[in-house]
């Protein structure tokens, strides 16, 4: 079992909709959460992260954390051509040094 | 600099070269990751450098690859008798808190 886990997609969403990605992790004691968003041929680069359960909200991004279910997911509002590329989920882990790990990505593509 | 800064941006090399990748964190970081990315896939962890702790090396592949860290500075990865499945590009990411920041990356082919 990979320590996180994503559908690689690609997720397909008409323009203006609302793209949802979703991310699991298997690591119970994990404190930090993170999506990165990678254009092709680019370096991934951080839109949000959550420590606690809830949601966080920043524009037209939202990321839910539910460390019970331990799931962690994001929703893209209004979704521009701009937002297709690789979406990547990130967990840290438990203590002040926990390592960085992260799921394969999901491909999202807007079509206008 | 302001960023991660990687070198060089391409390395073309033959099989069975050895090779070189550098990296220049982000003044002040602790924390400075590896991870290469083959076409289309995931990021896949190589070795992870946290101030003067041991480094977890933990996604080393093989005994041919090798990093070194230099206090909380530059880090060199070095590939021994490079085979054509190391083409990939090369990625380092530094950190400080909880946030990790990317280099461009180094796009190794090997031929």
């Known amino acids: 079992q990979k320590e996180v886990e994503q559908n690689s997609g690609p997720l397909s969403v008409p323009e203006g909709a609302i793209a949802s990605l979703n991310c699991t992790y298997s690591?119970?004691?994990?404190?930090?959460f993170f999506w990165y968003r990678q254009y092709s041929g680019k370096s991934p680069e951080l839109i949000m992260f959550i420590y606690s359960n809830g949601d966080k909200e920043d524009g037209r991004f939202t990321a839910q954390l539910n460390k019970a279910s331990q799931y962690v997911s994001l929703l893209i509002r209004d979704s521009q051509p701009s937002d297709s590329a690789t979406y990547l989920c990130?967990?840290?882990?438990?203590?002040?040094?926990?390592?960085?790990?992260f799921g394969a990505g999901t491909q999202v593509v807007v079509t206008p | 600099g302001a960023g991660v800064s990687q070198s060089p941006s391409n390395k073309v090399t033959e099989k069975g070269k050895d090779v070189e990748l550098r990296c220049d964190p982000i003044s002040g970081h602790t924390a400075l990751y590896w991870y290469r990315q083959r076409l289309g896939q995931g990021l896949e962890f190589l070795i992870y450098?946290?101030?003067?702790?041991?480094?977890?090396k933990s996604g080393l592949p093989s005994d041919r690859f090798s990093a070194e860290r230099t206090g909380e500075s530059v880090s060199t990865l070095t590939i021994q008798r490079t085979q054509q499945e190391d083409s990939a590009v090369y990625l380092c990411?530094?950190?400080?808190?909880?946030?990790?920041?990317f280099g461009s990356g180094t796009q190794l082919s090997v031929l």
């Open positions: 450098f946290q101030g003067n702790s041991a480094p977890d």
């Open positions: 690591d119970r004691g994990s404190q930090s």
């Open positions: 990411a530094s950190s400080a808190n909880e946030k990790l920041f």
């Open positions: 990130a967990v840290r882990g438990p203590d002040s040094w926990g390592k960085f790990q």
